[in-house]
């Protein structure tokens, strides 16, 4: 095989693109960790609208609310996670822009520019609507602890 030299200036759009690759990687994990906890979300709803046939009005009362509890769960990580895969594919078209703007030789400059800030605004929103779903658990839990030390 050639030895065969990589231009200058293609090596330094691959140092560039980088950056928004390591940005991948974190939007991926991020995004897995949303499906476990959208997976775990579904798990619960899935076995509370099992139990409903089987309960008193009480019971059956408690479970509704919870079930609009994980409702509001479901429909916060959804959009984190339809906002996060935007932000990904935002981040995948920089990455294209830069290397198609240095083989057709065309400015991206200005592109890249609109189009990273437009990525980094909707993982922002993702990351707040991930927020609001965690404050929804967290106040879950709060009522359980507040359940339990009345029964003790």
Same mark, same amino acid.
Request: charged letters at 20%; aromatic letters at 4%.
């Given at each position: 095989?050639?030895?065969?030299?990589?231009?200058?200036?293609?090596?330094?759009?691959?140092?560039?693109?980088?950056?928004?690759?390591?940005?991948?990687?974190?939007?991926?994990?991020?995004?897995?960790?949303?499906?476990?906890?959208?997976?775990?979300?579904?798990?619960?709803?899935?076995?509370?609208?099992?139990?409903?046939?089987?309960?008193?009005?009480?019971?059956?009362?408690?479970?509704?609310? $919870?079930?609009?509890?994980?409702?509001?769960?479901?429909?916060?990580?959804?959009?984190?996670?339809?906002?996060?895969?935007?932000?990904?594919?935002?981040?995948?078209?920089? /990455?294209?822009?830069?290397?198609?703007?240095?083989?057709?030789?065309?400015?991206?400059?200005?592109?890249?520019?609109?189009?990273? /800030?437009?990525?980094?605004?909707?993982?922002?929103?993702?990351?707040?609507?991930?927020?609001? $779903?965690?404050?929804?658990?967290?106040?879950?839990?709060?009522?359980?602890?507040?359940?339990?030390?009345?029964?003790?």
């Amino acid at each position: 095989m050639p030895d065969v030299a990589i231009p200058e200036d293609i090596a330094h759009v691959i140092q560039i693109a980088i950056a928004p690759v390591f940005l991948l990687a974190g939007i991926g994990a991020f995004l897995n960790v949303m499906a476990n906890r959208l997976a775990r979300v579904v798990d619960r709803w899935r076995a509370l609208e099992a139990d409903l046939a089987t309960c008193d009005a009480d019971a059956r009362k408690i479970r509704v609310e $919870e079930l609009s509890g994980l409702d509001r769960r479901m429909a916060n990580i959804n959009r984190a996670i339809a906002l996060s895969t935007l932000a990904a594919l935002l981040v995948c078209v920089v /990455i294209i822009l830069l290397f198609t703007g240095q083989l057709l030789h065309m400015p991206v400059t200005q592109a890249v520019s609109i189009l990273f /800030i437009a990525a980094m605004s909707v993982l922002v929103a993702g990351l707040i609507y991930f927020l609001l $779903e965690i404050r929804i658990a967290s106040r879950t839990l709060r009522v359980a602890r507040v359940l339990l030390k009345r029964d003790a």
